[in-house]
Every structure is written in structure tokens, then in C-alpha cells.
T-cell receptor
Framework: RKEVEQDPGPFNVPEGATVAFNCTYS??????FFWYRQDCRKEPKLLMSVYSSGNEDGRFTAQLNRASQYISLLIRDSKLSDSATYLC???????????FGKGTKLSVKP | NAGVTQTPKFQVLKTGQSMTLQCAQDMNHEYMSWYRQDPGMGLRLIHYSVGAGITDQGEVPNGYNVSRSTTEDFPLRLLSAAPSQTSVYFCASAGRYNSPLHFGNGTRLTVT
């Protein structure tokens, strides 16, 4: 099982749609979880951290399920500007360092 | 408010040449790292440092060297470039490991 797995997509959705991404991780000792956004030919940028109780930032909601070892990202009312690749990031447990998933590509159409 | 600065943005090398990718951060971050990103492979950790004078290998360290003589700088050296090292390289820093990473703009390297 790969350490951090994501559905590569692409997810093609119309403006205004709600879209959800899931990510599974293999190390039960992981403690830090993040979602990053990467635009084409740009560097990854932090979208949001993921907390145990779940957290929301505007149209974005992140959830963590430790028992099943997955995190999710929900985007409501999609905008054209949300088109990007979304990277799931998890720490490597006792080995430290952050491990990146390969990303899920989102394309929001008018 | 520079953040993480990488140079150069683009580089073309011939097989066997050596070069150094520069990375500097002005946020007084202890943790710095280098990743490479290839199509279909995601971001893979090359080397990292948890403080000045301390470096360690990541997932794909072969063919690369690093040093951390100051908190601010973390250069990546390619000893003898190979076509397999054609990639986009990102430097990143964080207050400590497992904290959110701040990335530089990246260096697109082509080895012919």
C-alpha cells in the first residue's frame, strides 16, 4: 500500500458544484495533515491544515478519520479559479518529514 | 517579504556537468528541504535539514549533495548530471519538520 494515495482525477465539474476529494494514508502514527493546492507550472501552496475535529475555511471543509486513515476535502460552490491540482500531505510518523500524494486534478467549467 | 527564493528558474545541462541550485529563506526557519517533481510521480524528497550543520537523506538522494552552513541557505548540488535528473526542483522551508512547508518558485532543469 502506498503511503499517501489520492484519486488522480481529473474531476471535471460545472461552476457552483460541490466536489469532494479523499486521500488515504498508511502510517497510523501520522499526526500532521494538510491540503495543498498547485496551479499548473507553479509551486504548491498550503490550502489548509486538517485538524482532528474537522475544520472549515470559507467554501473549503477538511475532515480527518483516524480510524479509517483517510482525510477529505470538500469544496462547495466551485469557482473557475478553483481549477488546480490538490495535494494531500501527511507526515511520516516517527520518521518525520512530509509525504505528498500525487494529487487530484480539478477542472471547473463555466 | 521574499519567503523562499530559488535560483535559477531554468537550467539546461549536458550529461556529466555539475551545478548548484540555490535556495535561501528569510523566515528564520529551522527546517529546509529539496523535492523533485516528475509527471506521474508527485513530489519526492531528495534531502532535508533540521538546522544549520545538520542534513539527512530523503527518498531519492542519489546524485545530489547538500550542505547547510547557515540557517538561511540550503544549496543542492548535482555532481554529474544525468538525463534522469531532468525534473522540476522545489526548495521548501518550515518552522520545524511536520509544519506546513513554504515553497520556492521552482527550478526547471533539463539534462541532455
Amino acid at each position: 500500500r502506498k503511503e499517501v494515495e489520492q484519486d488522480p482525477g481529473p474531476f471535471n465539474v460545472p461552476e457552483g458544484a460541490t466536489v469532494a476529494f479523499n486521500c488515504t494514508y498508511s502510517n497510523s502514527a501520522s499526526q500532521s495533515f494538510f491540503w495543498y493546492r498547485q496551479d499548473c507550472r507553479k509551486e504548491p501552496k498550503l490550502l489548509m491544515s486538517v485538524y482532528s475535529s474537522g475544520n472549515e475555511d470559507g467554501r473549503f471543509t477538511a475532515q480527518l478519520n483516524r480510524a479509517s486513515q483517510y482525510i477529505s476535502l470538500l469544496i462547495r460552490d466551485s469557482k473557475l479559479s478553483d481549477s488546480a491540482t490538490y495535494l494531500c500531505v501527511v507526515d511520516g510518523g516517527s520518521q518525520g518529514n512530509l509525504i505528498f500524494g500525487k494529487g487530484t486534478k480539478l477542472s471547473v467549467k463555466p | 517579504n521574499a519567503g523562499v527564493t530559488q535560483t535559477p528558474k531554468f537550467q539546461v545541462l549536458k550529461t556529466g556537468q555539475s551545478m548548484t541550485l540555490q535556495c535561501a529563506q528569510d523566515m528564520n526557519h529551522e527546517y529546509m528541504s529539496w523535492y523533485r517533481q516528475d509527471p506521474g510521480m508527485g513530489l519526492r524528497l531528495i534531502h532535508y535539514s533540521v538546522g544549520a550543520g545538520i542534513t539527512d537523506q530523503g527518498e531519492v538522494p542519489n546524485g545530489y549533495n547538500v550542505s547547510r552552513s547557515t540557517t538561511e541557505d540550503f544549496p543542492l548540488r548535482l555532481l554529474s548530471a544525468a538525463p534522469s535528473q531532468t525534473s522540476v526542483y522545489f526548495c521548501a522551508s518550515a518552522g520545524r519538520y511536520n509544519s506546513p512547508l513554504h515553497f520556492g518558485n521552482g527550478t526547471r532543469l533539463t539534462v541532455t
